[in-house]
């Protein structure tokens, strides 16, 4: 039987390479040999050996291999592989009627010709590519870990008298470990790559095969046929998520390099602004990293797509999602926190002109890089679904895909909206320390230029900056005092650069903050001021504090600096009406302490009717339970006496401090609910 098959094989053999016979006559004695093999023992041997002796396996392809460099994405060997790939499907084409004409069991003859077309022409070929590619990137991954060791033992040696020397050794070392880097990226970028696109090609060979088919009348092979391409690069497929991970990971962290590798800017040197500056514009740039991370999000998808089947590709989409959200959001978190550092602490760094010179003010830089953190935080959210482009009518019809789209989206949506609660919370710490860092500089500037009453101690209408009227009517053409006139420069200048925050909620939380540490800064100023404060004073004091308060107009927090108006009241106003001004304005609700402060700085601060109403203020500041008809808007003579008994309507000892209850903190802005996908 064996000679017998063999002899049968021979026959066939000799048959097949007959170069006078007829294709006809040769697909005759071809049918007669198949018909007696099948009969015998089902043909399988001569099956095999007429598949292996196809020309088309016995022309190995020719490849091309390039260094990272010469070619970064492995274009040259792609052309190879497609032009492989038509090699597959123009002969499985040619040997299709072959086969129809010559064996009895043509779907076995043609599952075993597909699969061997697949496996040992265009596997082999994406199998010698990538093995290339995979060798390549190993070698300089090993390279690189291995000079990354040797930099971090020799960076925890104790530095020798001679280190300065070895300094530029160092940064030519830092150099090629940059260098290492950046071609590890890009050889292990290559692979994944040409593992991609080697899978679509795969893909595309098996749609052309079934269209081939399909076309042939032969319908009842499609079935059949969808399992012969499986095994196809399956172990690199295996590897793959781990591979694609691991280099987002890296390659993200490369974009951010600039960013990870930043000094902190706590204490700057004002000597050393150029540093400063510096340092702050890669942080400015950080809508332009985004946008970079975005593209090598998006192509990491689009591999996981053309590389895993189906049921796969969620589980692969969602994990590179939660590495592109997470390193962003710690990015981001470093940014904020970078920024937030430049906010000075101290009193002495506060205090230098250089540091608020135009352009270069910390909290109008802070504002700044918020809007771009932030803003790029907001567009993340849904950028698949603009990526995808659901109007395309090539993905339109597509459900499976849709809903893939849909799964990305919500998945970087949700991990968004964990991560925003933190990136949030240092903004608003920020933002806090921004508005202490802008009172502290008002408070400079008032200590400095204002450091006694003379602005308010005015005893003659003549000398003083009112120039129309008298005490207790409208004054005109009363002029800003000097120290405010800075005062106001300098709160016009932060205010417009925290303006530059386009999104309101933080725009307003931020003037908010910032108006309610001024007006603690201004308060805490004229309570301490030298010398008394006069009704014509007053009136001087109330047109500064109506320009401090015209700094943040037209934003609802200039309302918070109305309280500073009511204040000035307080010098102008006869004893006789000053109850009334307490029941009927906010500073009702002040610090008792802080308003006793305040009125021993009037020239009358002895007179019985202010002494009795100071006491009545302590009184009540500690929280005794009076009324109000116990003070008789100046008619009541025993005062101290009286007020013991009954309070005043509206009077409390409590008032929102530099910090109070602040406020309402921000909602989470990072776009849609879970429910709108």
């Known amino acids: 039987v064996a000679d017998l098959e063999q002899n049968l094989m021979e026959w066939f053999k000799e048959t097949a390479n007959h170069k006078q ?75 299709l009627e072959t086969i129809r004409a010559v064996f009895p069991r043509f779907s076995i003859v043609v599952e075993h010709l597909v699969e061997k077309l697949m496996r040992d022409k265009l596997g082999k070929a994406a199998d010698i590519c990538l093995d290339f590619l995979e060798k390549s990137a190993v070698k300089v991954e090993a390279e690189l870990a291995r000079e990354t060791q040797l930099r971090s033992a020799s960076g925890s040696k104790k530095q020798s008298p001679s280190s300065a020397k070895q300094q530029p050794a160092a940064a030519k070392n830092a150099t090629d470990i940059s260098a290492l880097t950046a071609r590890a990226l890009a050889d292990r970028k290559r692979y994944l790559i040409v593992l991609a696109k080697s899978s679509k090609l795969f893909l595309e060979c098996y749609e052309d095969i079934l269209h081939i088919v399909a076309s042939s009348g032969s319908e009842t092979l499609l079935i059949s046929l969808q399992d012969c391409t499986q095994g196809a690069l399956a172990s ?79 589980h692969a989409t ?25 906010l000075p602490r101290d009193g002495k760094v506060s205090g230098q002109v250089e540091l608020w010179s135009s352009g270069s003010s910390p909290v109008t830089i802070f504002g700044k890089v918020v809007e771009k953190v932030h803003g790029s935080l907001q567009g993340l959210d ?47 710490k920020g933002m806090h320390l921004g508005a202490v860092v ?39 053409d009363v002029e800003t005092s000097a120290a405010v006139s800075k005062v106001a420069a300098f709160l016009e200048q932060q205010i417009t650069g925290l303006s530059d925050i386009s999104l309101d909620k933080y725009m307003s939380y931020s003037l908010t903050l910032t108006a309610r540490a001024v007006r603690e800064a201004v308060l805490t100023h004229w309570q301490t001021m030298k010398g008394p404060i006069t009704p014509l004073g007053g009136i001087n004091m109330e047109n500064d504090a109506r320009a401090i308060q015209q700094c943040f107009h037209p934003h609802e927090a200039e309302k918070e600096l ?40 009037r020239p009358d601060a002895q007179s019985s009717d202010l002494k009795k109403l100071v006491a009545a203020i302590s009184y009540i500041s500690t929280g005794a339970n009076l009324e109000r008809q116990n ?47």
């Not at 109007?391 to 970087?412: C, F, P, W, Y």
């Not at 450091?451 to 005893?459: L, P, V």
């Not at 509206?650 to 849609?672: D, T, V």
């Open 21 to 95: 016979l007829s294709r006809d006559a040769k697909a005759q004695r071809m049918a007669q040999c198949a018909n007696a093999a099948t009969a015998m023992n089902g043909g399988k041997a001569l099956i095999s050996m007429y598949i292996s002796e196809l020309p088309v396996f016995k022309n190995p392809p020719k490849f091309i291999f390039a260094s990272v460099l010469e070619d970064p994405e492995g274009v040259m060997l792609l052309k190879t592989l497609t032009k492989c790939q038509r090699e597959v499907t123009e002969a499985f084409r040619h040997e």
């Open 236 to 314: 690199r497929k295996e590897t793959f998520l781990q591979y694609e991970c691991a280099y987002l990971k890296a390659k993200i962290r490369g974009i951010f390099s600039e960013i990870w590798e930043l000094p902190s800017l706590h204490d700057i040197d004002p000597k050393n602004f150029h540093r400063y500056r510096k340092s702050v514009s890669k942080l400015l740039k950080f809508d332009e990293y985004i946008d970079s991370v975005k593209v090598c999000c998006q192509e990491s998808l689009w591999r996981c797509v053309d590389t895993l089947s189906l049921e796969n590709v969620n």
């Open 318 to 342: 969602e994990s590179v999602c939660k590495i592109f959200v997470a390193e962003i959001a710690a990015v981001s978190r470093c940014a904020i926190n970078l920024i937030s550092n430049i």
């Open 382 to 428: 849904g950028f698949i679904l603009a990526f995808y482009a659901f109007d395309d009518q090539e993905n339109s019809g597509d459900v499976a895909l849709r809903n893939l789209i849909l799964h990305v989206s919500k998945t970087i949506h949700d991990d968004l909206m964990k991560e925003s609660s933190l990136i949030e919370t240092d903004i608003i």
């Open 438 to 476: 802008v009172a502290s500089r008002v408070m400079k500037i008032l200590e400095k230029d204002q450091m006694n009453s003379m602005d308010y101690a005015i005893f003659d209408k003549k000398k003083g900056r009112a120039t129309k009227g008298s005490t207790g009517d409208g004054f005109v």
């Open 562 to 601: 109305n309280v500073l108006v009511d204040v000035t009241q307080l010098f102008v106003l006869p004893p006789v009406n000053l109850w009334s001004l307490l029941e009927e304005s906010g500073i009702g609700k002040m610090d008792g302490a802080v308003l006793e402060r305040l009125l021993k700085q």
């Open 631 to 677: 003070y008789s808007r100046g008619k009541s003579r025993d005062m101290t006496k009286r007020s013991k008994s009954r309070a005043p309507n509206g009077l409390s000892g409590s008032f929102l401090g530099s910090q109070g209850s602040g406020p309402s903190r921000p909602e989470n802005s990072f776009g849609r609910s879970s429910s709108d996908y």
